[in-house]
């Protein structure tokens, strides 16, 4: 069973950095919004192995970071974290929940209810489209 918390954005830096971009530095993995926006961590066992973060801006709210050690992936945890950021905006004035997948996830985020809403694009040679769900 894993716990979810809040945690900083400097906790979510070795996990981004390890399963998104491990040929950056920590610095490539920090997003200019990091200061305003609210960072999830998942521990099992007491060890961080899940981290993202949700970005408020008018009535959306932007996942980003998304990162799961590559040991825990393919377990459940993922879409139980993912899940549990959805349930917490129950009650605020948000309409849509949003990101950028990596292609190679969009099956998971389909799984979750989750539409593709944009073609394809490129961020530093990866595969995205943008995905959202209603709130």
């Not at 950021?85 to 099956?107: H, N, Y």
Request: with cysteine.
């Amino acid at each position: 069973m894993i716990d979810i918390h809040i945690i900083s954005a400097e906790q979510t830096l070795a996990i981004r950095q390890q399963v998104l971009w491990p040929s950056h530095d920590l610095a490539f993995c920090r997003v200019p919004e990091d200061d305003t926006g609210e960072h999830y961590g998942a521990y099992l066992n007491g060890k961080l192995i899940m981290v993202a973060s949700l970005f408020t801006s008018g009535n959306e709210i932007r996942l980003r970071k998304f990162a799961c050690l590559p040991e825990h992936q393919a377990k459940g945890y993922g879409s139980k974290m993912l899940n549990y950021m959805v349930e917490q905006q129950a009650g605020k004035p948000l309409t849509s929940f949003w990101f950028d997948a990596r292609c190679s996830a969009i099956g998971f985020y389909q799984r979750l209810g989750f539409l593709v809403t944009s073609e394809v694009f490129d961020k530093h040679g990866v595969a995205y489209v943008k995905m959202a769900k209603a709130l």
